[in-house]
């Protein structure tokens, strides 16, 4: 029975709704209008998002680490455990970090032997690579075995090109060498696949892992780090990353005199791409920020229209609703009754609000459709306030105006 | 006569900040099936508030009202109201967005009747209080107050109730169809065994009343035995 009369009184809310259309009208445009503001914003707050995110990926920044006098040729005093340190401060936000370029070098007291176990003093240096540098950059030509590819020089597998003359001198008949530092154990060798050839002094290029791990017991000078961060999005990351680490440079040329918090003068440097980035991503932040202050003002809005709507639209309704009361309709099926009218009302202006956002912009409003979900939520919470009062109007008033 | 609804030494009281009035003072009385009851009295002097309490729209702060041998403290007041006593107001107060027949079946849908069902039973109730179906769809706004009265009556009659109240039901009509409502109610009374009680202020309905209540002050202050039958 119960049931029977819900769906009765919610028969009765359609037909009220129905035979005061221009009232009803009034209450479904406020209910669109607000969707439709809120449908915008949100949209708009996607958009501006997206084209920031656009933005930060168009702009690569090259940071450059290098010694206090921007000389490249001049050594660091840097340890390898700083490529580290960085690395894993930079671990979230790792898959933008390319192009990783690291050269350490270790300039004497090295021996190299084939299996003939006959060793031999390196006359020129260790260098570690992350890369292989091009011959602009090394002055001189490298020829790479079939079994070479990029990223061996990133692997920490023992791999290494050597000088050409000494394959010449050791008739090309080796694939492997081993390295040792003099002032290690004789059985402390390190062995290496040989993966190429260079044309240049007697230095032996290996790849940056395997010389870190295994032949930095002394010293080791690195005198070039540099990455790209392909999404500019984190340059400010990076740089709070840095800054810890390393002096951050003031004005393009000036030094300086201050030491970091490891109490070592190193100095930083982003190469920014043409352009200046802060001109084209502030203008979007600041519209972005706009829009995100709107929006809770909106969902506040929609309450208080909630609220506002409900109760003029239930206002001139107490006494209707008294003699409901009167006639036996519980409180609870009378709050039910006008909830649901104003629920039919806001629902189909969302729909509408819905429906002309998709018409004018042609965007899919599932993308806020969450965002719909708070304002029906506000507005149905102002709604209830406003219902309630009427639900529990006092009948006794009813009979009192007419004593 | 059966006795159908008493009240005993009822005390109702309406409190502001500045003061506590009672509107119905140690009021008792006994109610009877088959009779017409006329509660007169100035302004002011409880005779609504005396409704209301029979309505089951409160209940008094003291005393009792007894339905059926039952006080309406300890019953659902929803389900009185709905099942058991029905109320005319003096300004209708019909639905404004229901058609006459839609207001008639109002009490019959809460009562959870079928609609065809309460169709038919509405339309008899229409019949019986003069309103053929050319009345059926109209909007109250196109009823005279007359007709907007008897449509009360018919929706008032529909609730099958026991008791049926009426709120100054002549007050706001003219002379003709006073009259004419007051021999509706009179004939409820009578002929259906409805206990019927009226307040107002018409003497015609006074001189109609197998009992006429007066009121002063919240309390019973004669009592008039029945002159007719």
């Known amino acids: ?403 | 006569m059966e006795k159908i609804l008493e009240v005993k030494n009822a005390v109702y009281e309406y409190r502001n900040k500045y003061q506590t009035v009672k509107a119905v003072n140690d009021f008792s009385f006994e109610f009877e099936r088959g009779k017409l009851y006329a509660v007169v009295g100035k302004s002011g002097c409880g005779k609504t508030t005396l409704l209301a309490m029979l309505a089951g729209l409160d209940v008094p702060k003291e005393g009792s009202v007894v339905y059926k041998g039952k006080d309406t403290k300890e019953m659902n007041l929803d389900k009185y109201r709905r099942d058991d006593v029905a109320v005319i107001y003096q300004d209708y107060n019909l639905f404004p967005l229901l058609t006459a027949i839609e207001n008639v079946m109002y009490p019959l849908h809460l009562k959870g009747i079928k609609d065809k069902e309460a169709k038919v039973t509405a339309a008899k109730m229409m019949d019986s209080v003069g309103l053929d179906s050319a009345f059926h769809k109209r909007l109250p706004s196109m009823l005279s107050g007359g007709e907007q009265q008897r449509v009360a009556i018919a929706r008032a009659l529909a609730a099958k109730a026991d008791v049926i109240l009426a709120d100054e039901p002549t007050g706001n009509l003219d002379s003709e169809n006073g009259k004419n409502i007051i021999g509706i109610l009179k004939k409820l009374a009578h002929e259906e065994g409805y206990c019927v009680i009226v307040v107002t202020h018409d003497s015609e309905i006074s001189a109609d009343a197998d009992e006429v209540l007066s009121m002063r002050d919240g309390k019973l202050v004669t009592k008039q035995e029945d002159k007719v039958n």
């Open chain 1, 1 to 403: 029975m119960r049931k029977r009369t819900e769906l009765y009184l919610m028969r009765y809310g359609i037909t009220n709704i129905l035979r005061s259309l221009p009232k009803s009208i009034a209450l479904v445009c406020a209910a669109m209008v607000l969707t439709l503001s809120i449908c915008i914003i949100s949209q708009s707050i996607v958009t501006q998002t997206q084209s920031l995110e656009d933005v930060y990926s168009e702009y690569i920044i090259e940071t450059v680490i290098t010694d206090q006098f921007c000389i490249e040729e001049t050594n660091l005093a840097m340890n390898s455990k700083y490529y580290n340190i960085i690395s894993q401060n930079l671990h979230g936000i790792r898959d933008y970090i390319t192009d990783i370029k690291i050269r350490s070098s270790f300039s004497s007291n090295y021996t190299y032997m084939f299996d003939d176990k006959v060793e031999r003093e390196l006359g020129g240096s260790v260098v570690g690579l992350t890369y292989l540098p091009d011959e602009e950059e090394f002055k001189h030509e490298f020829n790479l075995m079939p079994l070479y590819d990029e990223s061996i020089l990133l692997d920490s597998r023992p791999s290494c090109i050597v000088p050409k003359r000494m394959m010449e001198d050791m008739g090309w008949e080796y694939y492997t060498v081993r390295l040792r530092y003099d002032k290690q154990e004789e059985n402390e060798f390190v062995e290496f696949n040989i993966v190429g050839t260079h044309e240049g002094p007697d230095n032996i290029y290996c790849s940056y892992e395997s010389f870190n791990d295994e032949l930095t017991k002394g010293t080791v000078s690195i005198y070039s780090f540099r990455f790209n961060l392909i999404n500019s999005k984190y340059t400010g990351e990076v740089a709070k990353i840095l800054k810890f680490y390393f002096i951050e440079p003031s004005i393009v040329g000036a030094i300086r005199r201050e030491l970091n918090e490891l109490k070592i003068l190193f100095r930083y440097t982003f190469v920014m791409p043409k352009g200046n980035l802060d001109d084209v991503v502030k203008p979007i932040e600041s519209d972005i920020r706009k829009l995100k202050i709107a929006e809770p003002f909106l969902f506040v809005l929609s309450v208080a229209t909630g609220l506002v709507v409900s109760f003029m639209s239930t206002k001139n309704r107490k006494a209707e609703f008294a003699v409901m009361r009167s006639l036996g309709t519980g409180k609870a099926m009378v709050f039910f009754e006008a909830f649901f009218e104003q629920l039919l009302l806001c629902l189909t202006g969302m729909l509408l609000g819905i429906a002309v956002f998709f018409a004018i912009y042609r965007q899919n409003a599932v993308l806020v459709v969450w965002k719909i979900a708070v304002f029906f939520v506000c507005y149905m919470s102002g709604t209830a306030i406003s219902v309630l009062n009427v639900a529990l109007v006092n009948v006794m008033k009813i009979m009192k105006a007419n004593e």
